[in-house]
């Protein structure tokens, strides 16, 4: 299961987890506990950990090809009134390309977590690594007016 590591601050969230599909619910709660305790409304929570959510999913999907021992790490903080997560894998993914422009086919699945990220998160970047890839995505906590 997703553990935090021990060099985690209250502004900083460290943890690493297997590509076991049983792993991205309680990664997605911690990630939502922390930032519910950083002032982020149940709107925003609920978008953040979708997100992560998916991302992790298409890390074991796409960059693990399903097998469930391969590492992930992820690292999230919150600097001033915005929330920054990185998602770490070895893998053999390709970075996305652009959103698809056509609707999505309800009876073909998938393809619905690239949109989720680009629609709920403020940035989203994709940073090849050698092998790997590193996703970071980040979201403004909005303060009522």
Same mark, same amino acid.
């Given at each position: %299961?997703?553990?935090?590591? !021990?060099? &985690? ?12 599909? =049983?792993? #991205?619910a309680p990664i997605r709660r911690q990630i939502? =506990?922390? /930032? ?19 991302? $992790? ?9 399903? +097998? =469930?021992?391969? @590492? $992930?790490? /992820?690292?999230? !903080? ?6 920054? /997560? !990185?998602?770490? &894998?070895?893998?053999?993914? #390709?970075?996305?390309? @652009? ?15 690239? $949109?989720?990220?680009?629609? %709920? %998160?403020?940035? /989203? ?14 979201? +403004? ?5």
């Open positions: %299961m997703g553990r935090q590591t !021990s060099n &985690d601050s209250p502004g900083a969230l460290n943890l690493r987890a297997k590509s076991n599909t =049983a792993e #991205i939502e =506990a922390f /930032v519910q305790g950083h002032g982020f409304d149940d709107r925003a929570t609920g978008e953040i950990g979708l997100c992560v959510n998916e991302a $992790i999913a298409n890390i074991i999907r796409h960059a693990y090809r399903g +097998k =469930a021992d391969q @590492p $992930i790490e /992820v690292t999230a !903080s919150v600097v001033d009134d915005e929330f920054e /997560v !990185s998602l770490r &894998d070895w893998g053999e993914g #390709i970075q996305p390309g @652009p959103l698809p422009e056509h609707k999505n086919d309800p009876m073909n699945p998938g393809g619905l977590g690239l $949109i989720c990220l680009g629609r %709920m %998160m403020d940035r /989203v970047a994709f940073t090849p690594q050698n092998p790997g890839m590193l996703l970071e995505m980040s979201k +403004k906590r909005f303060r009522p007016g």
